[in-house]
């Protein structure tokens, strides 16, 4: 079993929807988590990290951590074409460790 | 704005050659990684750099991968023999790697590598 479970998907959704994008996880130890933005054939781009528990909110992107379930998400309000995109969970145990990634989301804004 | 260099974008090989990558990181930036990532899949750690020192290279297939970083600031990854197994983006990273707070890690374009 992966330390870092996602579903890849792929998630069509309507320009204007809200998505929602999950992982879980199994490791305690995680303590940073972060949300990332990968085009096709481009390197990962943080969108946002998190620190332990809580909710995070940058402009139409909010994250959510539950270490009581080992669950995170992501939130994007009024999705837009330009947010097609894998977006990738990673998580790590310390600021300066090595991210453990999930397999990535791929989504897909319609018009 | 600074950005993780890396070179070649695009490597096609034919299985028992020898391939090798370069990456330069963001000026400045303490600790360099690298990543592979298998079409489909998140990226995986191969090698970690504390400066020219390696942290962690458990995950790095020995026998046939190696990577360095001499004067701690730029890094090679060179795999010898490819395999086919090995066709792949493999993705840079660095963070300034000091203090307490967390250490965002910057990632080049990825060089991908197929295996012929």
């Known amino acids: 079993q992966k330390e870092v479970e996602q579903d890849p998907g792929p998630l069509s959704v309507p320009e204007g929807a809200i998505v929602s994008l999950n992982c879980t996880y199994s490791?305690?130890?995680?303590?940073?988590f972060m949300w990332y933005r990968q085009y096709s054939r481009k390197g990962p781009e943080l969108l946002m990290y998190?620190?332990?528990?809580g909710n995070k909110e940058d402009g139409r992107f909010t994250a959510q951590v539950d270490k009581s379930s080992k669950y995170i998400s992501l939130f994007i309000r009024d999705s837009q074409p330009s947010d097609s995109a894998t977006y990738l969970c990673a998580m790590s145990p310390g600021t300066a460790s090595k991210l453990t990634f999930g397999t990535g989301t791929r989504l897909q804004v319609t018009l | 704005e600074a950005e993780v260099a890396q070179s070649p974008r695009y490597k096609i090989t034919e299985k028992s050659q020898a391939v090798a990558f370069w990456c330069d990181p963001i000026?400045?930036?303490?600790?360099l990684y690298w990543y592979r990532q298998i079409l489909g899949q998140g990226p995986e750690l191969l090698v970690q750099?504390?400066?020219?020192?390696?942290?962690?290279d458990s995950q790095l297939p020995k026998d046939r991968f190696s990577a360095e970083r001499l004067k701690g600031v730029d890094s090679t990854l060179k795999i010898q023999p490819a395999e086919l197994g090995d066709s792949a983006m493999y993705l840079c990273?660095?963070?300034f790697g000091q203090g307490t707070s967390y250490n965002e890690q910057f990632f080049g374009p990825g060089t991908r590598l197929t295996v012929l």
């Open positions: 990273a660095s963070s």
């Open positions: 490791n305690s130890a995680f303590q940073y």
């Open positions: 998190t620190y332990s528990s």
């Open positions: 000026s400045g930036h303490a600790t």
């Open positions: 750099f504390q400066d020219e020192s390696v942290v962690d």
